[in-house]
């Protein structure tokens, strides 16, 4: 009716009437107390992070197919003929193993940490509401 132009004008002026709005009403960025967690939450975080520790030393023994995994010197040596190996398909499989045990670790913390641990719940957190939303990704 009135127009390419026109048209473009009146999109531009209402692209900045709500993003405006959207800053002046419900615009929200990260703070401080969205990542924190609460004492008796960050107590089992640290338990779980301690009782990971030897977690690359579990994965390796899985990925090189050792029996005792204790057996820290025959860990390191198949490592080290995978590592030397040119094709490199053990360190692919290290790698797998690797991730399975972090993903682990990372889901027990998240489990203990989100969403009753954390000191600003869920939907006052600001950054809980983004991943809710899927504008920042997983936690």
Known sequence: LYGGIMCNYLLSALGRIFTGFLKLYHGFSLGVEDILVKPMADKERFKIIAEGRDCGLEA???????????????????????????????????????????????NKVNVACIPVGLHKPFPSNSLQLMVQAGAKGST
């Open 60 to 106: 390796a023994a899985d990925a090189f197919v050792v029996k005792n995994v204790k057996d820290k010197d025959l860990v390191i040596e198949k490592y080290t003929d995978v590592h030397h190996t040119i094709g490199r398909d053990g360190l692919k499989v290290l790698d797998f193993f690797m991730k399975k045990k972090t993903d682990q670790i990372n």
